[in-house]
Each structure stands twice: as C-alpha cells, then as structure tokens.
C-alpha cells in the first residue's frame, strides 16, 4: 500500500529563474505541458508560478507577458514535505495553505512535487483497491455458505 509521498509524487521537476520573463515561463509551461513551475534564486527553490498566478497577476491587470518578471508573479512556497512524509499529512498542509501543489524538499533541494490531480490518482487507487477487496471478500462470503 502506498503511504508515503515519495510514492505518488512527480520527480521530473521543470524550474525556470527568477529573473525570467512571465512569456518565457508560459512557452516553457506550454511545450511540456504542464501547469507549473519551480522558480529558482541563485539554484534554490524560492517560489512556484502557476497557470492561476498568470490569470490573477497578468491577465487581470491587462500586463504585458515580456514585460513581467517571474519572480514578481510567482507564489511563495509556503509548506513543504520531505519524501517520507505520509500522504495524509501531506493533503492536510494542502489543505491549510489552501494550495494545489506541494513542492517536496530533501536535504534543501526540491526533488519532487505532488499536486491534486496525483493526489486523486491515488484517492481512485484506493477505491478501486477496497472495491476489488470487497468484491473478492464477498465472493469467499458466498461461496463459504454454499
């Protein structure tokens, strides 16, 4: 059974420079696909800039993408996790600090992430773990009373 969040948690990290510009953050966010990147000051993890950050710190304000620096849009990492943190703590800091991504940090290096959508991968395994479970259990049931 997976527990901890070095289980579930995403270690191809994609990272882009403070000092970058918000359209350099969109192309790189839009050819890999992804909705997210780790900001870096001088190699260390200082924030994370979001498809949301984009919406509430540009668009909103009509500003131009070349214009805007990453670190000036970017959200602070507020929590973390290490890899041996267990999920469930690991979704109550999401859940305080109200965020969709949890950066996971070993030895001051961010070496992974986990956001909501590996968090319901894992919520479906379960379920489909306990669905499987139970079924099976209810079959020994019905056979044992044969």
Known sequence: MIEAVRDIMIKELLTIS???SALKAAQVMTEK???SLIVLADDQPIGIVTERDFIKKICLKELKLSSVRVGDMMS???TSASPDTPID???QRMVNNRI???PIFEN???VGIITVTD???YLRTILLLNNTLSSSLLSQSNVENY
């Open 18 to 20: 403070e000092n970058e």
């Open 33 to 35: 696909g992804v909705s």
């Open 76 to 78: 602070r990492i507020r």
């Open 89 to 91: 703590v690991a979704v």
């Open 100 to 102: 969709r991504r949890l």
């Open 108 to 110: 001051g290096k961010v």
């Open 119 to 121: 968090l319901a991968k």
